[in-house]
């Protein structure tokens, strides 16, 4: 096992993907010489040419146009967007046209393609460099959107995603990127895109999240163990297609729930579960169904304090399980 970081975990991926088969490419915003923003393509273009590493214009729709056309003729693209707040000028590739060829085409075209979107504040990145944009991918039928939470769940999901035939929305937290460190396998290994993974076991409370917000979720819960309030923490992993199972089972088993992200608390991935659980498991519940969210303001305020108070932390998830602890 080596220890390495989230954006260490998301470059060997797709570095291994491209050495595994020739048909894989990644094209975006200075991910060339530069290795892009982040550095996720870092040493890419010496190693595999300007034909398999792509910068391009300042161009969204070009990106994602280009990029659908290569998976229509078999190739296995993975476009970057250099930042969530940039993906709004290719929304009608990506939904309009990409998320509805497969089902449209009777299964003749498939959409072999990993869109990559560092997402998220944390970083005093502004208005325009921190927004959460999951919710509306994950209203969309006919992709999937993937948002794992530390370098092991990174790895194997985006390995897995490269070689799935559906367009595939890969959200990367840009905070975690190097905050987040963690154990990975030296040999290959893929995880299926669709389980979630429950990341702590408990018996009073389940809590779900999934990216950064996982880890204030697990170190609100180690803070509550010490209350005698045993949480059971939900990482998603994969927001769409929804591991509703291990959902209902864990909330069962526990009773109540609180589900937290970092995304506006209105039509979040949060409501849609909370619909679930008040349909499948409303017999168990001893408690409401509780949520934890961004509120519901432009994403994300520059200054510091004024985005420590719109971001959710492991204090705010504390006090919401304390809260729901009391029922």
Known sequence: MAVISVIEAVRSAMQEEMRRDSSVFVLGEDVGKRGGVFLSTQGFLDEFGESRVIDTPLAEASIMGIALGAAFKGMRPIPEVQFSDFVWPSINQLVGEAARARYGSNGQLTVPMVVRIPYGGGIRGGLYHSQNVESFFFHVPGLKVVSPGTPYDAKGLLKSAIRDDNLIIFLEHKKSYRLVRGEVPEEEYTIPIGPSDVKRQGSNITVVSYGLMLHHC?????????????????????????????????????????????????????????AIVADQAFEYLDGPISRLCGPDIPTMPFAQSLEEAYLPNTDKVASALRELAQY
Request: aromatic share 0%; no cysteine.
């Open 218 to 274: 697990l170190e609100a819960a180690e803070l509550l163990s010490q209350e005698d309030v045993d949480v059971e923490v939900v990482d998603l992993r994969t927001l769409r297609p929804l591991d509703t199972e291990t959902i209902i089972n864990s909330v069962k088993k526990t009773g109540k729930i609180l589900i937290v992200h970092e995304d506006n608390l209105t039509g979040g991935v949060g409501a849609e579960i909370a």
